[in-house]
Every structure is written in C-alpha cells, then in structure tokens.
C-alpha cells in the first residue's frame, strides 16, 4: 500500500492537488482507513463552514459604528507639554475640565495622531476583514479535484442492464445500451 | 491635508470600513440557503407515500402466486436455449440465448456481423433479494392474478398466463410461463391506455443446451463487493444517500461497490430498485460535477433538462430512446440514475432527483454581492 497522505489529505480536500497526484490519493483513500477517515473529517469541516447560517447585525450596530468617533480611544502615554511633564490636564484624554483656564499651546498631541492612525487602521483592517469574508465562501467551497464522471456513464448504463436482466421476472430481453443518436430515424416495427 | 481634515477622513474611512464588514459578514451567507433540503438527518429512507396501498387491493391469486414462484426457481435451474425478440413501438432486437445452469446465460445478438457472444454470469446479483423478494416486490405494489383466458401457446409451448393489476385496477403486464416448466416465455408492458408498450419473448424455445455450444469466458466483473445493510450505513455515515427505497415503491434489491480504479478512480455504488416491473439504478460516486464533466456528458447526448423544480444531465426518456440516464450532483457525491422500462421514465427520475436534490449553484461570493446582500438584509429588503 502507498504511503499515507498525511498533510496532503487538507489539499486533497480543497481540490488543490493536480489531477494525477489527486488520482493517486483518491486511490490510496480507498483502500487506508486512516486516511479515508482523515478526508471524512476534513471535509465535514468544509461542509460545516459551508453551512454556517447568516449573520444577523445586533440590533445597535448603527448606533455602536456611529458612536465610533466620539470613543475614547484609550489611555495614550502621557507626552510632556510646555510648562511640564507631568500629566496633561483632562486626563489622558486631554479635555480640560470644566471651569479651568486654557492651558498653554500644545504641539500635536499624540492622542489626536493615534486617533488618525486608529480611525484609518480600522478601515483598513475592516476592510480586509470584509474582503476575508466575502472570500471565505470561495475557500471553504473549493471544487475538489474529483474522478470525471462523464467517461463512465455508458459503462453504468451497461452495469444497470446487465444487473436488471438478472433479475427473475426480467424476461429474456436484450437492450441496446450504447448511446444512440435520437435524430436518427427508427422504423416502427409491426407487433409480431 | 490639515489635522482635523485628516482626522475626520480616517474616521470616515473607519467607519466606512466597518459598515462595509459589517454588511459584508450579514450578507455573507444568502437568505435563500436554508439548508431545509431534507438532508439532515437522512437515514436513507425515502418518505413511502407514494406507495401503492396494498390493502385496498383485493388479495393475490394464489394460483398466479405459485406460478410465479416456481418460474423464478426454473430460471435459474434449467438449461434452455432460444431466440429471443425484444419488441417496443420503435423497434425490435433478437438474439440467441442459451442458460446453462450454474454458468450463466449465453448471448448472441442477430445482424451484428462480428459481435461476439457474451456470458451473463449467474448468481451474481440479488445481495438484497432472494428468488422470493422480487415476487414480494412485486406483490407489494401490483395484484398479481391468474388470467386463463390468456394462454396461449408461445415458441410453440403451451403458457399459462398472469397479469400484475395496480391499485386502480389498471392492467400493468402479462405474463405467460412454460406449462411444463414454469419458465418465462414472454412477458408485456403495458401503458395506463392498454397498449402494449414493450414485449420480450421466445419465438423459438427448446430445454436443454445445444451440443457444440462454447461458453465464452466472463468479461471481468468490477463490481466485485457485495453490500449488506451494514455496509449501506456505514456508507451514509460518510456521506454517501445509500437508500433503501425509492419513490414509487422502489424497494432496494442489490448492492455493490466497484473499488477505486475499477470503473473510476473513485469507488462506485450500484444500487438496484424495483417495484416488480421497472427496475432502477442508483450510482453514486463521491465527487462533483465540473466544466469538464459537463463538456463530456453534452458530447455523449445528455442535455441540461428540468426534472420537477431541479436540473440535472438527461439522456433518453423518450419513445425512440427508452433508456434514461440521469446525472447530477448532490451533497459531495456525483450521482446517476438508470432506468430502462419505467412508464414515464422521466417523472421516476424527477422523484429521485427532488429525493436527493442537486447542489444549488453557489452563491455570488464577490464583495459586493454580500454587501449588497448584508444591506438588504439590514434595512428589511429582499436579499
């Protein structure tokens, strides 16, 4: 018996082995149940992920997406500011309180840049998420490389009237079973 | 860009972001893939409905019962040889068939110049039937009654004639059984009308074998492994629909598995169905159907037809082509349906296909197909 397929049963799976090498597996799968086992179970998973139900949006999706830019991003390292270096009045996040007198000019505060850099992160990793998952359907539902079914169907048709003709009752009766041209002319022939 | 433009721009994109995943994961997965295709849970069982009710019908012939009983025993024990003319509104074919007991049947078809004679082995079938389970079958579905006004002589041999009647009492075949022996000397089809729409029978018969005939040896069988009940679950259990019936009182009489490369590169379960008079053939492959299967099927004569509320490769079907082979795939097997004697072949088949449904074509998976599908499931439109 040929090896195992060890690794190689993921990409018999998902249809990424080429058509030879595929046959090959597909024959060794038929006769080593551990590896027939192994393709089972991987594609049950395929299946599973294939079949995982819609997404339904919470029901404050909007509300949360807008309320996105008014979020405290979180505290940020404090930075010194003219006159000190101490903690930055507001707390981090770098609101005065209320009633005290502006401070003085702040160079760019960090919090502000990480808020660009956060904001446009978030798109850019939303987005990647959303091309993820508009590929996920694609991955989990790969063509797996198969035998071709299309050469074999005459020997079936043959297989079923040889096993038919078997049967008691059948009759003595003999079929044609090789594909016949229905545009071909058939002369009716009288009843004997 | 100033600070607070370039700000306001990232927050933008962000949340445009967001949305966009958002939508996208919502609609990730189409509305209409329910999933509610009754395969969940199958046992291979098919919903027996459709079976003809059996206790309306008035009781069997027991006379026609035992008649038949001992035709499916003469089948398989005696020696005889004969023409044979198969007969449809069509066309007609004769060949010259000799049984030697123990062997199998010897087949020579006429006007084939060059055709060599073929050898049907015997024993190899019945892994779910008995000489009595065919009959059973039979009885299941169809009264079977002794109809004396038929008989007749056939090849020359007094035959007793038996008729199978459905539930409403509609005439489905004739029989007419050697009355020496009880062997089947011809046998018809009839159509819901009356008319005959096939007829199979001896225009000369005689017992025995005759002196000089050569038994040619047996093509190689592939169909090598018998399945038991065991094995069909095990086989479900993998994936494979497996059943044990069929719409339209199909019952399961045969099982078999051709190993990987014997047929395929894939192993290959035949399964065979009955219901007394047409007999089914269930293939199933594990794999699917791709661009190049379908290349191959048109350039065999299948065509992508509707059968019911599914579509599937046809073949066949009709008067001038009788037998029909349907192709399609269903939950990660490529399966195939034979039938070559059924009524309305293509109304058997378009049971079977809405029993094991194809595959649905696979959503559009693009981006913006599922965001536009995540928004319509959003703001309550249809997806």
Known sequence: MSRCLGPRIADLADGRLAAAEAEKAFAHVAVCATCHDAL?????????????????????????????????????????????????????????????????????????????????????????VAVVVGGSSALTSAVVSRPSVAPVVDTLTAEHVASADQMPFAGPRIETVSYVDPSASVSPTPVP | MSRPAALVAGSVAGLLGLAVAGLAAVGSVPAASSGADGWSGWTGRIDTASVSDKAAMTPDDDVAVALLQRSARA??????????????????????????????????????????????????????????????????????????????????RPADAVVAVDADGVLDARYWLDHATGLLLRKELLDPKGLVRSRTGFETFSLGVPAGTVVPAAAPDPWTEQLTTASLVAARTHGCACPDSLPGGLALLDARRAPAGA?????????????????????????????????????????????????????????????????????????????????????????????????????????WARVARGWHRITGGTP
Do not use: C, K
Request: without cysteine.
């Open chain 2, 263 to 367: 047929v395929s590169s894939a192993p290959v379960v035949h399964q065979l169905f009955s219901d007394g008079l047409t007999t089914v053939s269930l293939f199933s492959i594990q794999g699917a159907l791709g661009a190049d299967d379908a290349a191959g099927l048109a350039a065999r004569g299948f065509a992508r037809r509707q059968l019911g509320e599914h579509y599937a490769w046809v073949r066949g079907g009709t008067p001038q082509m009788p037998t029909t082979t349907v192709v399609w795939a269903s939950h990660d097997y490529v399966l195939t349906l034979v039938s070559d004697n059924a009524i309305d072949p293509l109304r058997t088949a378009g049971a079977v296909v809405a029993a094991f449904p194809p595959v649905p074509d696979p959503p559009d998976s693009s981006l």
């Open chain 1, 40 to 128: 089972v179970a991987q594609r049950a998973v395929i299946s599973r992920l294939d079949t995982v139900g819609p997404v339904e949006p919470p029901t404050d999706l909007v509300a949360r997406l807008v309320g996105i830019s008014s979020t405290d991003p979180g505290p940020v390292p404090a930075i010194p500011v003219q006159g000190g270096a101490g903690p930055r009045p507001g707390g981090a996040t770098g609101r005065r309180p209320a009633g005290s007198a502006p401070g003085p000019v702040r160079p760019p505060s960090r919090g502000r840049r990480g808020r660009i850099v956060l904001a446009s992160a978030a798109g850019a990793a939303a987005l990647a």
């Open chain 2, 75 to 156: 089948a398989s024990t005696l020696a005889y040889s004969g023409r044979a003319v198969t007969w449809t509104r069509y066309g007609s074919s004769t060949t010259s068939i000799t049984h030697v007991p123990g062997t199998g049947t010897i087949s020579l078809p006429d006007g084939a110049p060059g055709t060599q004679a073929t050898l049907a082995p015997d024993g190899r079938s019945n892994s779910f039937a008995d000489d009595g389970r065919p009959l059973a079958v039979l009885q299941d579905n169809f009264r079977v009654l002794r109809e004396a006004e038929l008989d007749t002589a056939v090849a020359g």
